[in-house]
T-cell receptor
């Protein structure tokens, strides 16, 4: 089965700083890739997804992610973070072979005003 | 259109007790999933279903059973609860593009 690694457990940034969260996965087959966000006390919401085509995908709230197939990576970026981006971010991979979905351990982002 | 709902929202069990968590979706999705979320471990897949009458094991299936008798419902059962099953449980259903829609979660404590 596939697995997902998120490199940073906790990231602390000041407002207007740039953000990059790392995500690597291991799986030899065809996958779809996702980033989800979980605001405090809420359930997960989809930020963006990659299925095929342009490896640079744009999501909600100014987030984007780049799929680099050769590196099995799907890093999340935002040029300028806001205090309201404080949340936990999860990378996820679904195998198109068996529909098995796996999440990374998550990265907690704290944005200081 | 309620999306994905979960009942109950909270539950406290004693070790050895059993319970069933209910997940319901009104989006006509084929695929449904049960996860548990623990601090520092993200979401871990317990079981999932790709259609009515079918289920499959995920990453951490031991101690849990599931049933999908109706397309809109996915039940997660704990036959004999253990403290290690204290967690927040999330159900999700998936559109044809595998975008998962999550329920609000069930916080379970096993004493």
């Amino acid at each position: 089965a596939q697995s997902v690694s998120q490199h940073n457990h906790h990231v602390i940034l000041s407002e207007a700083a740039s953000l990059e969260l790392g995500c690597n996965y291991s799986y030899g087959g065809t996958v779809n890739l996702f980033w989800y966000v979980q605001y405090p006390g809420q359930h997960l919401q989809l930020l963006l997804k990659y299925f095929s085509g342009d490896p640079l995908v744009k999501g909600i709230k100014g987030f984007e992610a780049e799929f680099i197939k050769s590196k099995f990576s799907f890093n999340l970026r935002k040029p300028s973070v806001q205090w309201s981006d404080t949340a936990e971010y999860f990378c996820a991979v679904i195998s198109l072979n068996n529909n098995d979905m796996r999440f990374g351990a998550g990265t907690r982002l704290t944005v200081k005003p | 259109n309620a999306g994905v709902t979960q009942t109950p929202k909270f539950r406290v069990l004693k070790t050895g007790q059993s319970m069933t968590l209910l997940c319901a979706q009104d989006m006509n999705h084929e695929y449904m999933y049960w996860y548990r979320q623990d601090p520092g471990m993200g979401l871990r897949l317990i079981h999932y279903s790709v259609g009515e009458g079918t289920t499959a094991k995920g990453e951490v299936p031991d101690g849990y059973n599931v049933s999908r008798l109706k397309k809109q419902n996915f039940l997660l059962g704990l036959e004999s609860a253990a403290p290690s099953q204290t967690s927040v449980y999330f159900c999700a259903s998936t559109s044809s593009w595998f975008e998962q829609f999550f329920g609000p979660g069930t916080r379970l404590t096993v004493l």
